[in-house]
Nanobody, 112 residues
Framework: VQLQAFGGGLVQAGGSLRLSCAVS????????MFWYRQAPGEQRNWIAN???????NYAGSVKGRFTISKDNAKNTVYLQMDSLKPEDTAIYYC???????WGQGTQVTVSS
């Protein structure tokens, strides 16, 4: 099982980034998929998830600005991040429900 998040980078406040999570070893269409983030000195927090039917949920801090989606054919989950704020700076990770594996995260840095 592998989950690899990529697409992070340095962006100015108000800008956008699109993160991708490439998955191997299981099929994303069968699992709830999650995005988490961890800021320096803080715990890892859930920010969004999408279920097999495509229903989504968001943490209040990102609702209305971030959009989670998936491409079952590519076995990939995405996180579109708009109107970024400096407080969105963190390492972003993807994870599947019921699978005990964390992939390599991707760093997002938002400058003010």
């Amino acid at each position: 099982v592998q989950l690899q998040a990529f697409g992070g980078g340095l962006v100015q406040a108000g800008g956008s980034l699109r993160l991708s999570c490439a998955v191997s070893g299981f099929t994303v269409s069968r699992y709830d998929m999650f995005w988490y983030r961890q800021a320096p000195g803080e715990q890892r927090n859930w920010i969004a998830n999408i279920n097999p039917s495509g229903a989504t949920n968001y943490a209040g801090s990102v609702k209305g600005r971030f959009t989670i989606s998936k491409d079952n054919a590519k076995n990939t989950v995405y996180l579109q991040m708009d109107s970024l704020k400096p407080e969105d700076t963190a390492i972003y990770y993807c994870k599947a429900e019921r699978i005990d594996a964390w992939g390599q995260g991707t760093q997002v840095t938002v400058s003010s």
